[in-house]
Every structure is written in C-alpha cells, then in structure tokens.
C-alpha cells in the first residue's frame, strides 16, 4: 500500500495566485481529512469528507479556501487567491470508518510557500 | 478555545532516560486518545492510542497513563533512543480512530534525545 498520496510536495507561489493541493487516499478508505500544520497553530482541520461528501468545513479559515472530493482517490484543497499568511505545510490524512482497529493515516504534506 | 493542552513545548533526555510529555483536555465527551510521532518532512503517524475505560496501555516502550478524573493522560518513553528524537502530538476525538469528525490536536512537544 501507497499510503496517502500528496502532491506537490513544496509550492512556491507569488500572493494572488491560484493555489492547488492534492491527495490521494489510501484504497478502501472512506473518510478524507485536510489539516493545516503551523508553528503558531499547530495541526488544525480545516474540512474532512465521508463517502466524498464534505461534511464538516467550519475549519476552513475564508472563503478563499475551497476543497473537493469528485471520487474516493482524489481530493484537492484549492486556495485562490493565495496570501503570504497561508503559507503552511497542508496535509490530507484518510481512514477507513467502521472498519476494526480503525486508524488515521496522514500523507507526507505539501510545504506551500507564498511571497 | 485550546481543547487539548500539551506540555512541555521541548525536551531534552539522555540516552537511556524516560521522557514524559503530558497532555489536558477540557471535553468529558472525548472517548479517544491517541499519540502521533511526526519526523521532519513527514506527516504524523500514530504511535500509541487509549480509550478512557483503562487506565493504562503499554506497547513496547512506549505507554499512556490515563487519569479520567483529571482529565490528564501522559506519554511514557522508556529507555530513550536517538532515534525516538521527533515531534510528538497529543490528539483527542470523539470517535474510536480519529475518524467521523477528525482528531483536536494539542501543540506538539519537540523532544531530543541526547546520546
């Protein structure tokens, strides 16, 4: 098994350009988390998934912020416009609900940089 | 509102040693209590969970002491390696996993073990 899949691994991007992060969950797994990693917040969950539908995007900070699940091996995390405080590394992280001995499995992030 | 206080911020041990990193929640609703261990440039990987019908977990040389009452629980690093040198979460959910609504994460305790 893969894993959670992300992609890119680093973003460069000047402020006011469109941004788009990738995941891909791990096969079977029916519930798709993206969280946002700083030093001064910490882990946050900015919007999760189940079954593709999204459920929960409280977290979301603005509407600049928008995320889709259009299947249940993609997702993406789209920022536009992008802002220098958005800088971040963004993780997906997903887990198969139900199932025993159920367990969050993360990817290994996207390291956005915005100037 | 911080749901999940996590302290110290860092760590230093000896080889050999035990770290002790503690955590505090303020949700009695909470049922699920895992730790993640996250190396630079990966994502946090669950390292040890607990549900609060025990008091304590052991896996290897890592342990959870959990005190209900209190709404405490801890992580015990017995004979501290190099290799144990990472970030470590505390996380809480209301669900067995992490999944349905996603884990609340606590800051993070940078630990370094010293050989």
């Known amino acids: 098994d893969a894993g959670v899949i992300q992609s890119p691994r680093h973003e460069v991007t000047e402020m006011g350009q469109e941004v788009t992060l990738r995941c891909k969950p791990i096969?079977?797994?029916?519930?798709l988390f993206w969280y946002r990693q700083t030093m001064m917040r910490g882990l946050e969950l900015l919007i999760y998934f189940n079954n593709n539908v999204p459920i929960d995007d409280s977290g979301m900070p603005e509407d600049r912020f928008s995320a889709k699940m259009p299947n249940a091996s993609f997702s993406t995390l789209k920022i536009q416009p992008s802002e220098p405080r958005d800088s971040a590394v963004y993780f997906c992280a997903s887990i198969a609900q139900g199932a025993p001995n159920e367990k969050l499995f993360f990817g290994s992030g996207t390291q956005l940089s915005v100037l | 509102q911080q749901q999940v206080k996590q302290s110290p911020q860092s760590l230093i041990v000896q080889k050999g040693g035990i770290s002790i990193i503690n955590c505090a929640y303020e949700?009695?609703?909470?049922?699920?209590f895992p730790w993640y261990q996250q190396f630079p440039g990966k994502g946090p990987a669950l390292l040890i969970a607990?549900?609060?019908?025990?008091s304590e977990k052991k896996e290897g040389r890592f342990t959870i002491s959990f005190n209900k009452s209190a709404k405490q629980f801890s992580l015990h690093i017995m004979d501290s390696q190099p290799g144990d040198s990472a970030t470590y979460f505390c996380?809480?959910?209301?669900?067995?996993?992490?999944?349905?609504?996603?884990?609340?994460f606590g800051k993070g305790t940078h630990l370094i073990i010293q050989p």
């Open positions: 096969s079977g797994h029916n519930s």
């Open positions: 996380a809480a959910s209301y669900y067995s996993g992490g999944g349905a609504d996603g884990l609340t």
């Open positions: 607990i549900r609060p019908d025990v």
């Open positions: 949700n009695t609703a909470f049922d699920y």
